[in-house]
């Protein structure tokens, strides 16, 4: 059944073109252009003129936070490096680069087999091609209730899987590996899962501790063990930017890579969030596939067949760009700099809501790691204050649920931290104290 906002837009076509309508197919009926965290990003493009804490990019000194060694590229590419198609596999120097990458990062990968990674323009390509190449209509995929809603329009609109949510914050703090256990339990009994594994999650900002992500891969194997097929989709956008000590270091895709035959692990990450490359959309499939190398062979050429009957390839110019800053002496001591902006801003965050000065407005969600963290708000509803926040204080934030705010400290500079949070308690502090706390908005209002 077509959602509300794609009966919108059907009315308007049947309308205007009853002959159009019928010529769409059935995935053409249910594609709609998503509301949510878009149309509030887009309002705060407008409004925000204080502070914008909606946009899932990082920003510093008034421009878009970048490497020098990537900005340096765009004056010296060669035609050659810029403008012939790329292999629809992506650059094989690129692709070697970035496995070494990902095992360095990953030390629990050595002597496990994995794929060579292939390239996807952006980590969305990459989520689009698991669902492609794995979800047939019907098929069970585990989100979390903490959730990245473009999940639903790559698994439920384009492939009709069945979307199953497990519950991501346990209520003592952490996360809830035992419901997490009981819903891979429960659902594995269909035979066959998809299981989506977001660290550092984008709303929340966290990421697993090490005997969370030991907890969560015991409840898949269990499953695999049990009889059921399992796909584990990591989807590692924001891997590296780990802030607190007890965080695990690396991606719950090497602690699953060579567990049980049942498990086929795939790790999606990219450049785009790592590299500070948002708009340049460099991301990486990568498998550890039962079977090893030729299993690995074939789901790589399935992969690029996919890539090659939906965009051909992925900008050649992009991953040139990459590959060359990758080689760049530079480049190492560049990311580490940028990712000690991005932990002084944590941190800073941390200071600013610890005590008991806002406790009457709201609690934090634990946060540890990524671009985000959550506010649980006590009284208000969560767009009606993002609605004042942005009209009255100039201040963008995302309402991801009808008690959930979301702040991207990554647009946020150090020093303003603690002014943002102070401006936020106020604008809720007069709220509160008016009859109602403004006005109840429906679920609806954060579909995407
Ligand atoms: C959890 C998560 N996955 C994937 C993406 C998409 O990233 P990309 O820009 O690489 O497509 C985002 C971006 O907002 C995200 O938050």
Same mark, same amino acid.
Request: hydrophobic fraction near 30%.
């Given at each position: 059944m077509p959602t509300t906002l794609a009966n919108d837009l059907n009315r308007v076509i049947r309308k205007e073109s009853p002959d159009v309508f019928e010529l769409l197919s059935g995935l053409g009926r249910e594609l709609y252009f998503p509301k949510g965290i878009l149309t509030q990003s887009a309002e705060a493009k407008q409004k925000?003129?204080?502070?914008?804490?909606?946009?899932?990019i990082a920003r510093e000194g008034n421009e878009a936070m970048h490497l020098p060694s990537v900005m340096r590229r765009f004056a010296s590419l060669s035609p050659d490096d810029t403008l012939p198609y790329a292999p629809s596999f992506g650059l094989p120097a690129l692709r070697t680069k970035w496995r070494d990458h990902i095992q360095a990062v990953n030390?629990?990968?050595?002597?496990q087999a994995i794929s060579m990674p292939v390239v996807t323009s952006g980590v969305t390509h990459g989520l689009s091609l698991v669902a492609d190449l794995f979800t047939d209509a019907g098929d069970t995929v585990l989100i979390p209730d903490?959730?990245? @809603?473009n999940y639903n329009m790559v698994f439920?609109? +384009?492939?009709e899987a069945r979307m199953v949510k497990y519950p991501f914050f346990a209520e003592s703090g952490g996360l809830d590996t035992a419901g997490f256990a009981a819903v891979v339990a429960e659902q594995s009994k269909r035979g066959k899962l998809i299981v989506l594994l977001n660290?550092?999650?984008?709303?929340?900002?966290y990421a697993p501790t090490e005997a969370e992500a030991k907890a969560l891969t015991d409840a898949l194997i269990a499953a695999a063990e049990r009889g059921c097929r399992v796909v584990v989709v990591c989807?590692?956008?924001?891997? @590296?930017?780990?802030?607190?000590?007890?965080?695990? +270091?690396?991606?719950v895709f090497a602690r699953l890579a060579?567990?049980?035959?049942?498990l086929l692990p795939i790790k999606l990450d990219g450049a785009t969030k790592e590299d500070f490359?948002?708009?340049?959309r460099v991301a990486f499939i990568t498998f550890a596939a039962p079977g090893g190398p030729p299993v690995h062979d074939a789901l790589e050429k399935k992969a690029a067949g996919c890539i090659r009957g939906t965009?051909?390839?992925?900008s050649l110019a992009s991953q040139s760009i990459l590959v060359q800053a990758m080689n760049d002496p530079a480049y190492a001591g560049e990311k580490q700099a940028k990712f000690e902006v991005m932990l002084a801003r944590a941190a800073r965050v941390k200071q600013a809501l610890a005590?008991?000065?806002?406790a009457s407005a709201w609690t934090p969600y634990p946060f540890n790691s990524g671009y985000f963290m959550c506010l649980r708000l006590k009284t208000l509803n969560a767009e009606a204050y993002r609605l004042r926040l942005l009209d009255r204080c100039g201040i963008g934030v995302i309402?991801?649920?009808?008690?959930d705010i979301r702040v991207a400290?990554?647009?946020?500079e150090e020093k303003d931290i603690a002014d943002l949070f102070e401006r936020m308690f106020e604008c809720a502090r007069e709220m509160a104290a008016e009859?109602?706390?403004?006005p109840v908005v429906p679920d609806s209002a954060f579909e995407e």
């Open positions: 925000a003129n204080r502070y914008n804490a909606t946009i899932g030390p629990s990968l050595a002597g903490q959730v990245w @809603g439920k609109v +384009r492939r660290f550092p999650n984008n709303p929340t900002g989807d590692d956008a924001y891997f @590296g930017l780990f802030y607190e000590p007890e965080v695990m +270091r690396e991606s060579g567990r049980h035959p049942r490359v948002w708009g340049l965009v051909s390839n992925c005590g008991d000065r806002y309402a991801t649920a009808p008690t400290f990554s647009c946020i009859p109602g706390g403004g």
